[in-house]
């Protein structure tokens, strides 16, 4: 059975910091992209960062690159997402995402309050 279970999101002050992770299974997660994406609320959802499988390679968007910080453990089969001075137009549901197969996890909320 495919998982991915998001956790660590909260309600922060602005400047603040939160780790978010992502805990899979039921699919091949080691040398495979995976991503952060977020949904604000009456907006897209937007990609946020991805890291490769092989080699560990980063992309950040524009308004992350800086402050959020993507990594991921491929024996525990774990995605983090390392996010610092955080801002009340960061507030979002925080998605997982297994690129190659498709897979979406549930979401956290990050809430920034000013």
């Known amino acids: 059975q495919v998982q991915l279970v998001e956790s660590g999101g909260a309600l922060v002050q602005a400047g603040g910091s939160l780790r978010l992770s992502c805990a899979t299974s039921?699919?091949?997660?080691?040398?495979?992209?995976m991503s952060w994406y977020r949904q604000a609320p009456g907006k897209d959802r937007e990609m946020v960062a991805l890291?490769?499988?092989?080699?560990?390679?980063?992309t950040y968007a524009g308004f992350a690159k800086g402050r959020f910080t993507i990594s991921r453990d491929d024996a525990k089969r774990t995605l983090q997402l390392q996010m610092n001075d955080l801002r009340p137009e960061d507030t979002a549901v925080y998605y997982c995402?297994?690129?190659?197969?498709?897979?979406w996890g549930r979401g956290t909320q990050v809430t920034v309050s000013t």
């Open positions: 890291i490769n499988g092989v080699g560990g390679g980063t």
């Open positions: 039921g699919f091949d997660f080691g040398g495979f992209v």
């Open positions: 995402y297994a690129n190659q197969w498709g897979y």
